[in-house]
């Protein structure tokens, strides 16, 4: 296992919300924000933080940039196999891609990176090479305005990479690239990551960091409800080892796929066909099918989306998450256990 | 890199880009109009000034044609960095910046030196030109010590409402909000003090206007200390021996400072709170 290098020890940052009334006309209250957080970030590891719309992703990786203060909790940090050590200034360490950055302007590429290089106090060599990195080498000298999102998105990369932070954080870094940019950008996530930089993207589409994240947490109103390897994960919440398999014609498979163990989650039975979903030995499921001459159409491991996540890990129907999420009410989270006891 | 380096090249960078941007070409006839064209006005041996009086000396001709300072140069170093922070917060350029490890205090002070030397540098360029130009027409230079207090009370006066577009530019999510704070501050000090002053006056029971009335000449000055166009006028009073307000110098630099420490404080206290 990659070893911790960053660890957030119980932090919080809860958004101050204006509650002017006359005789308190600055008065505040504590809003939506993140709960007693603890999250360990490992070299080299690429951490997909998911969770539906203002469930605090932003406000979390504003936090671990440095950009909004721990309200409470403390940052450490470990440095190969020294002792844990408290961070002074994690904005030394981290480098933070926002979600949305319109470079906008008639500065160039190339002196926009030298003068935030400059706020970071990063070497003008450091820049030629990331420029190269990114594949913006040829446009250093194109004006912002000219920028296509696709370059602004890489442009925000190489921004993120000054100084060469130890920790990546990427904010929606998905958002406005088309699938071949989308590719090209997940290389260069997965290049970064080969170099033992611990990289965090936040996402409200599981689908799309599927393949090539290797942790993932999860992240509801303000809590994070689980973290970890993406298979260990997938087995707490019971989301592991689930097949989908459909085929064509009127089948049995009650009588075909009698004195078989397996789990059937959802059966649909229509004109055109069948489908099946199941936890169990998808071999002996597949094998018994073909030797009663069912045709097949299709057969695929089934991976969650971020519904199914947030259901699993909440207990809650999606209607329910949904519903919250629209009224974005900073509640007490309602564990799964919770629910249960209920 | 040292912290005096990093705030000197942001500062450098927010004044290349102000100086030689669309709103400066803007505003340059309009500087060029008031600063120059003032001095030009007021140095013309046969101007009568309402109440019959004439500009005798330089520096008395430079005290009138600030005014040109007080309306044009004031509104520009309003219209050149209203935006300083809401643009990049509306971008997404500020998260950026707020990302980067230098101290937000010194990003603020960058920003403080960065749109203030964009209106100074013509404001002086154009001041040195008055100079030469009540040269020609009066035949007579400023002092050495006039030169100073009209360059640094300049200096002063610009500083202040920068600091003010960049305070309300802190404060606003939006960029109308921050050219209406912006302005409102200018268009108050600029035109709705007098207003100000003459409710106190009319309130103390002083007669309101009367310029020879002792009464109403002290109200009116010690009102102008509450004012950075009055705290202006005064600092440039100090070297008009015919002019006495009865405020005290020390008064008129104590406010000065005041002006120049308070919202330079909360200008750094808002920058240490700001959120994307």
């Known amino acids: 296992m990659a070893e911790a290098v960053l660890s957030f020890l119980d932090v919080q940052h809860r958004h101050k919300i204006p509650t002017p009334r006359w005789s308190k006309p600055w008065a505040q209250r504590l809003g939506p924000g993140i709960v007693d957080l603890n999250l360990k970030l490992y070299k080299g590891s690429i951490l997909g933080l998911v969770g539906p719309n203002g469930a605090g992703k932003t406000t979390l990786l504003r936090m671990m940039a440095g950009i909004l203060p721990l309200q409470t909790g403390s940052v450490m940090q470990r440095i190969g196999n020294e002792e844990w050590t408290r961070v002074a200034d994690l904005r030394t360490l981290v480098g933070h891609m926002p979600e949305q950055v319109r470079w906008q302007g008639r500065t160039t590429v190339r002196n926009i990176l030298l003068e935030l290089g400059d706020m970071r106090g990063t070497q003008t060599n450091r820049i030629d090479a990331l420029l190269n990195l990114v594949g913006l080498q040829q446009r250093q000298d194109e004006q912002l305005d000219n920028l296509s999102q696709g370059m602004r998105q890489r442009l925000s990369i190489a921004a993120a990479l000054l100084g060469s932070p130890k920790v990546l954080l990427l904010d929606e870094p998905f958002n406005g690239l088309d699938p071949v940019a989308a590719q090209a950008f997940t290389e260069l996530i997965q290049r970064l990551a080969n170099k033992g930089v611990s990289i965090v993207i936040s996402s409200h589409m599981v689908a799309q960091l599927g393949g090539f994240i290797d942790r993932i947490g999860l992240l509801h109103r303000g809590q994070l409800l689980d973290e970890g390897p993406l298979e260990d994960v997938e087995t707490r919440l019971g989301l592991n080892g689930r097949y989908m398999i459909s085929g064509t014609g009127k089948v049995d498979l009650n009588l075909r796929l009698k004195g078989i163990d397996l789990e059937r989650i959802e059966e649909t039975t229509n004109e055109d066909g069948w489908s099946l979903t199941f936890r169990g030995d998808s071999q002996e499921v597949l094998q018994a099918l073909l030797s009663n001459d069912v045709v097949l159409s299709s057969w695929s491991p089934l991976a969650p989306d971020l519904v199914e996540w947030l259901c699993a890990a909440t207990g809650m129907d999606v209607r329910d998450i949904s519903l919250e999420v629209a009224s974005s009410a900073f509640l007490p989270m309602r564990t799964k256990e919770m629910g249960e006891d209920e | ?276």
Not at chain 2, 116 to 136: D, E, N, T
């Open chain 2, 1 to 276: 890199m040292s912290d005096f380096r990093r705030i000197r090249s942001m500062a450098a960078r927010i004044r290349r880009e102000r100086l030689f941007g669309i709103r400066m070409n803007i505003m340059l006839p309009i500087l060029l109009l008031f600063l120059p064209g003032m001095a030009w006005g007021f140095s013309d041996p046969n101007i009568i000034l309402p109440g019959g009086h004439q500009p005798s000396t330089a520096m008395e001709v430079l005290f009138y044609a600030s005014l040109g300072v007080v309306f044009g140069a004031t509104m520009c170093a309003v219209l050149l960095s209203f935006d300083g922070v809401s643009r990049d917060r509306a971008s997404g350029m500020l998260e950026v910046r707020l990302a980067q490890p230098m101290p937000r205090q010194h990003q603020a002070t960058a920003l403080v030196l960065g749109y203030l030397q964009s209106i100074l540098i013509p404001v002086y360029g154009l001041m040195v030109l008055c100079l030469v130009i009540v040269r020609i027409r009066m035949g007579e230079w400023t002092s050495l010590e006039e030169t100073l207090v009209y360059f640094a009370s300049t200096g002063l006066i610009l500083l202040w409402y920068t600091l003010f577009a960049l305070l309300a530019s802190t404060t606003a999510k939006e960029q109308g909000t921050a050219v209406a704070f912006g302005v409102g501050v200018w268009f108050f000090f600029t035109f709705l003090w007098a207003l100000v002053t003459t409710m106190v006056a009319y309130a103390s029971g002083v007669a309101v206007g009367e310029a020879n009335d002792p009464g109403w000449v002290a109200l009116e000055g010690a009102l102008d200390l509450l004012s950075p166009n009055g705290v202006y006028h005064h600092l440039l009073e100090t070297q008009l021996p015919s002019v006495d307000r009865g405020v005290p110098m020390w008064q008129t630099w104590a406010a000065a400072i005041a002006w120049t420490v308070l919202p330079w404080w909360g200008l750094q206290r808002r920058m240490e709170a700001l959120v994307p």
